[in-house]
């Protein structure tokens, strides 16, 4: 038999012993995790938490628990009808959802899963409602002393924490993105110009000649809905992706990728190459340019709906929008002909900024060197960041494991586990690569689940002594 080759988490740990050793100071267990967020990431860092034995209280601007999943948080970007990418056989923080229940989860449906949750596991009495984090500095002592600020009250608080998780996600309104000189172009022009995030229903755009510029899940998405009710729907394309069917023979796309990881990568590919061709076709039936990169180079678009409304005509594809004057749209493909519009909606995506973090450039390189494995600060023993990575299935199960890797290093600081420290010194050492063959074309956010996970899984071994990794 051949040598089996180590483990990615057990190479990161054979690089780590020739990095100059730094152990930083070890937190203050005599005090509480403060995490910041109730939204999903949020929520499973608590429970972890919870169930490892270390101390936490958990704040949320908002009234409620569900981060964006609850449409009456002035931060959500949920609109009417939207349901979640993902099915719910991988959308769940670690209680299943039933199989009665939706394939796809519409947003109440989501808000209700994790308010849910937050009570069976015991969290509301350990949340702050109403209470947005301001900032937060070191002490002499080395603890983390928060300014918070409750909503409905002139002043701020002070509260001293043995570490901060930060959990407040990307997908709000106060981090969309869009080309500044085309939303001004269209303002100019006096157009209905929003963000996706902004997006509540199709109703503002009845006989409306509407451009949807961007073709993610959200652009897809919402340019169907828009297009049962406009005269006109137009569908700005910068990148051709491919178009993934949402099911193939009733099982969604994410639970047969979550479940083919012990199957070969070429294996995989062929495969869901067939089921693409034989559910959606050629890019070219949809009127698409043939996708530049490979399948899974970057992230597919889930068709919920969007090949129907493509074939059906009330969709039209044009190429990336290059002017925006005078409320007319330009396209960079100059066979196509100008098209005057009365709305556009920017489906460009969100930025990723966290508390206490320094600016953070666009493709993910910058988080990837200040947060081991994307969760620990490489510095800071007491700061942590559950990062939503993009993978082939729901993320949520990905915040449960950063979660338990978070809960279990606390937990074994607190018992003086004899890898603590260990770890701390190997804080430094760059995370090693988390994409294996996918996602080539993608921005470090997107990573092979199977690789990380696994990673995860193997530093919550080491850390807790349960024994040796596999």
Sequence with gaps: MGVRKPGVFQQWLDVAHDAPLHVPELTDIRLPVLVVGAGPAGLAAMAALSRAGVRFEGIESHSGVGGIWDAANPLSSVYEGMHTVTSRHTTHLGRPIPEDGPLFLPHRDARQYLAQFAEQEGLVAHLRLNTRFEDAVKTERGTWLATLHVNGQQETVEREYRAIVIATGSHNRNHRIFPRSLWDDAG??????????????????????????????????????????????????????WINPATVLGTPC?????????????????SFHIARRLAIGSSSRLGLPKPRHALLDRLPVNDRGIVRAILDGRVQIRSNVSSLEGGVASFEDVQEADEPVDAVIFCTGYARQYPLLPPLDADGETLRDLLTFFLFHRD?????VMTELVGTWSCWPIFVQQARALATYFAAEQRGGRNVGLFNARRCVPTP?????????????????????????????WLSGQGRLD
């Design 188 to 241: 100019g022009g006096g157009l209905d110009v929003i963000h996706a995030a902004e997006y509540e229903d199709n109703t503002r755009y009845v006989d409306k000649r509407v451009l949807v510029i961007g073709v993610g899940n959200s652009g897809t998405d919402i340019a169907d809905k828009v297009s049962t009710a406009a005269k006109r729907t137009l569908l700005s394309v910068r990148t051709p992706p």
């Design 254 to 270: 994410d639970k047969m990728a979550a479940e083919s990881r012990w199957l070969p990568h070429w294996y995989e590919m062929a």
């Design 380 to 384: 800071e023993p007491g700061l942590a």
């Design 433 to 461: 690569d988390l994409k294996g063959k996918l996602f080539g074309g993608a921005d470090a956010y997107h990573v092979d689940y199977r690789i990380y996970l696994r990673v995860l899984r193997d530093l919550v071994v």
